[in-house]
């Protein structure tokens, strides 16, 4: 029987111990700035990409994972004797899926080995429904158990998160349903989710320390009564912030996981900085 290896892309913030533990290979999405190119996480990091983004007089723009990358990383774990399973971040947010349709018809030996899951989420929303699977798979799931896996773990996952401005989402063509929030006043923080593969708003918040509360409150919310429950926080350029609502979401729930991540440079150029949100898996 095949094993079944993962495959996802670098806005799941899956991180790198747990990669090399599960055999996850990630595809890095890419960033344009100007007249270079970036692959995400890999030739610009956070730290540097926020730093730079603060002096810019231009702002960056994304594009997918390219098919030559897809491509690749699947023709490397077929060669190894892998059956593959490719679980991505929402078509409606990015052509990434896409590449990854692409990538596969491109490889004869790929037809009937390689299975393609849109999670229909962002961030570690979509990392905890792959890390779920690669998790199945090392236990020696095959690959009809790792689809059906993957299927249903959407239901048990989320993100909420907050902005200081919607003015990136804007420019990014990313607001979805939170476009009735723009042009609200300065002092109004959004609180926004990724529901059906889109960004919805949820609410907006007077302040941004009772936003902080409130997007602690809506976690507690969503997960509460169920178990297992795993947390990440995630924030761009905004650490303190994002370990402060975690640690007040931890007051409530009993967490047996956690994990933080930096909004990587290709969804911090939607979010923008002082982003801060909380991902979850719950129930599964």
Known sequence: MAKVALVTDSTSYIPDEYRQRYNITVVPQVLIWG?????????ILPEEFYRKLAGSKTLPTTSQVSVVNMKSAFERLLAEGYEVLGMFLSS???????????????????????????????????GFQVLAVARAAAEGADMAECKTLAEQAYSATGVYF???????LHRGGRIGGAQRLLGTALNLKPILTVHNGKVEAVERVRTKDKAMDRLAEIIVEQCKGKTPIRLASLHANASADAVAVMSTVGKSLD?????????????GTHTGPGTIGIAYMAGL
Do not use: C
């Open 35 to 43: 007249e270079k190119m970036y692959e995400d996480g890999v030739d």
């Open 92 to 126: 409606k947010l990015s052509g990434t899926l896409q590449s990854a349709i692409q990538g596969r018809a491109s490889l004869a030996s790929g037809q009937g080995k390689i299975e393609l899951i849109d999670t229909n989420t962002t961030t570690m929303s979509a």
């Open 162 to 168: 907050m902005v200081d401005t919607l003015e990136f």
């Open 255 to 267: 967490v047996i996981e956690t994990i933080q991540s930096e909004l990587s440079p290709v969804v």
